[in-house]
T-cell receptor
Framework: SQQGEEDPQALSIQEGENATMNCSYK?????LQWYRQNSGRGLVHLIL?????REKHSGRLRVTLDTSKKSSSLLITASRAADTASYFC???????????FGSGTKLNVKP | GAVVSQHPSWVICKSGTSVKIECRSL??????MFWYRQFPKQSLMLMAT?????????EQGVEKDKFLINHASLTLSTLTVTSAHPEDSSFYIC???????????FGPGTRLTVT
């Protein structure tokens, strides 16, 4: 990808389990954002974490950011079948108002 | 919330023809708009960044003569795929940002199929 990689590429879990996705990026950033995309649809913004933040919560979502390792993780707790989608991280480099997307993780939550 | 629309949502065209895709910010002024391309089962690739009233900045490897971008107003940007070929078939997504340049609002995407 233009900016970084995500792992795993695919993740299959049972409803009720937690799902963790990781994102690594290459350059210094101003912020990192996570998006969700259902198959063939547009993007849904989930959460933004700034470079001076280490952790952020939003409902069942928890995002961490480690700028020293240039990595972030997205945790979805108590997953639901409706969480099935692809999840992308996007980074905004310093001094550039543009995004670069990671390679994405395809999450399948089995009912 | 900020809403971005795209038109058309899908289009089928013949090889060699040109196709125009519109991206509109409906309830805010978009000083910057971005165009992305997404091939099946892949991530979004940034194609270009356009600021209202100035020429677009293209990412490395994106042909500016093939993908013409116009950002003539604070609410409208267009992407024209010229002399389209089957390999241009893709999902094209635009986004827009306003005064807070680190918030981007994404359109629903346009699926282009070139036959």
């Amino acid at each position: 990808s233009q900016q970084g990689e995500e792992d795993p590429q695919a993740l299959s879990i049972q409803e009720g389990e937690n799902a963790t996705m990781n994102c690594s990026y290459k350059t210094s950033i101003n912020n990192l954002q996570w998006y969700r995309q259902n198959s063939g649809r547009g993007l849904v913004h989930l959460i933004l974490i700034r470079s001076n933040e280490r952790e952020k919560h939003s409902g069942r979502l928890r995002v961490t950011l480690d700028t020293s390792k240039k990595s972030s993780s997205l945790l979805i707790t108590a997953s639901r079948a409706a969480d099935t989608a692809s999840y992308f991280c996007a980074t905004a480099p310093y001094n550039f108002n543009k995004f670069y997307f990671g390679s994405g993780t395809k999450l399948n939550v089995k009912p | 919330g900020a809403v971005v629309s795209q038109h058309p949502s899908w289009v089928i065209c013949k090889s060699g023809t040109s196709v125009k895709i519109e991206c509109r910010s409906l309830d805010f002024q978009a000083t910057t708009m971005f165009w992305y391309r997404q091939f099946p089962k892949q991530s979004l690739m940034l194609m270009a960044t356009s600021n209202e009233g100035s020429k677009a900045t293209y990412e490395q490897g994106v042909e500016k003569d093939k993908f013409l971008i116009n950002h003539a107003s604070l609410t409208l940007s267009t992407l024209t795929v010229t002399s389209a070929h089957p390999e241009d078939s893709s999902f094209y997504i635009c986004s827009a940002s306003g005064t807070d340049s680190y918030e981007q609002y994404f359109g629903p995407g346009t699926r282009l199929t070139v036959t």
